[in-house]
Structures are given as structure tokens and as C-alpha cells.
Nanobody, 125 residues
Framework: VQLQASGGGLVQAGGSLRLSCAAS????????MGWFRQAPGKEREFVAS????????YYADSAKGRFTISRDKVKKTIYLQMNSLKPEDTAVYYC???????????????????WGQGTQVTVSS
């Protein structure tokens, strides 16, 4: 599986961005994709994830109410719509995928085998 993330950029606090991640390769019943982010000097953390079949989505507390993850099964692409952005959202955002995800691992970065290259999101105050 190859993942290609895009859509990052510089935005003012309160603004919006939409990230995209296009995937290659097949999808199976336990396939899922997610977004993680890593700020300078911090560990990579979970943001949001989605199951390919069924579309169940999961969010970190920091993302709930502001971010929305979605998928386009035809394009094999996931999106992360980010609204009401804050300076603390500044990070490199990575998309990830795996074929063996279960509900309890949808937010566990160690459960994801495939990773994209990352896209920088910078939110100015």
C-alpha cells in the first residue's frame, strides 16, 4: 500500500483546511485508515480514523467537534476536514493504513503498518 497525503499549508487561527490521502492497493473487510500528527519535540499522536467498510469513525478528544474524517471508496481516498484550527494544531500530519484494524486499535499508531510521507499544517495566531 502506498499513501500520498496532501492539502497542508499555512492558515490563521479559526480557519479551515482539508487534508487528503490517496491510497493504492486493495481494501479488505478489516481495512482502515487514519490521521496522526507530530508536533516538534512531541510524539506522534492519533487524530482520527475510519473503517473502510461501514465508515465508522473515531476521533481524539482534541479533534472532536472540529475535525471530520471521511472516505471516498471509489477514489480510495480519505479526507480530514479541519475547522476552527488552533495554533496547537500545528504539526506534520500523516495518514496511515492497515488491513488488520479492530475497534480497539483504530487509534493505536503501532497498529498501522503503512504510512504516508506527511504534510505540514501550520496555524498562526
Amino acid at each position: 500500500v502506498q499513501l500520498q497525503a496532501s492539502g497542508g499549508g499555512l492558515v490563521q487561527a479559526g480557519g479551515s483546511l482539508r487534508l487528503s490521502c490517496a491510497a493504492s492497493g486493495p481494501t479488505y473487510s478489516s481495512y482502515g485508515m487514519g490521521w496522526f500528527r507530530q508536533a516538534p519535540g512531541k510524539e506522534r499522536e492519533f487524530v482520527a480514523s475510519i473503517r473502510w467498510n461501514g465508515g465508522n469513525s473515531y476521533y481524539a478528544d482534541s479533534a472532536k467537534g472540529r475535525f471530520t474524517i471521511s472516505r471516498d471508496k471509489v477514489k480510495k481516498t480519505i479526507y480530514l476536514q479541519m475547522n476552527s484550527l488552533k495554533p496547537e494544531d500545528t504539526a506534520v500530519y500523516y495518514c496511515a493504513a492497515d488491513y488488520s484494524l479492530i475497534m480497539s486499535t483504530m487509534g493505536d499508531r503501532s497498529a498501522y503498518k503503512y504510512w504516508g510521507q506527511g504534510t505540514q499544517v501550520t496555524v498562526s495566531s
